[in-house]
């Protein structure tokens, strides 16, 4: 297991840029990428999954779906960022592509990580 592995918000969110549909592309700047995956990070501290500090581990982690979806939506929605459920799962999978790339998903599932 890579100790080493950072997640960099920025270059998450280019990643998501470059694979998400060309809709979402003219309906979402680059900084708004960044606010909804700040966001998604923001539950996941929330809901004692990762923070600052410490590892990620033990991935898959029971994590609502719907619930972190309405969480990044209604957030989101307080900075006129208006997302629906479909836009936020393009998004994820989209990141998905980047967790892959640094070696924070693999076969196994979540490797440990740093934010």
Known sequence: MNNDIEYI???A???VIDNISLELKLKL???DIIKVLDTEFDYQQQIGLTDDSVELCGYP????EDAMQEYI?????KVSIHLTQNDI???LEA????LEKIGLIDDEGMQSFHN
């Open 9 to 11: 918000v920025e270059d």
């Open 13 to 15: 969110a280019r990643i």
């Open 29 to 31: 700047s680059f900084e």
């Open 61 to 64: 982690h029971p994590v609502n």
């Open 73 to 77: 939506i209604s957030e989101c929605a």
């Open 89 to 91: 799962e393009e998004i």
């Open 95 to 98: 990141e998905a592509i980047y």
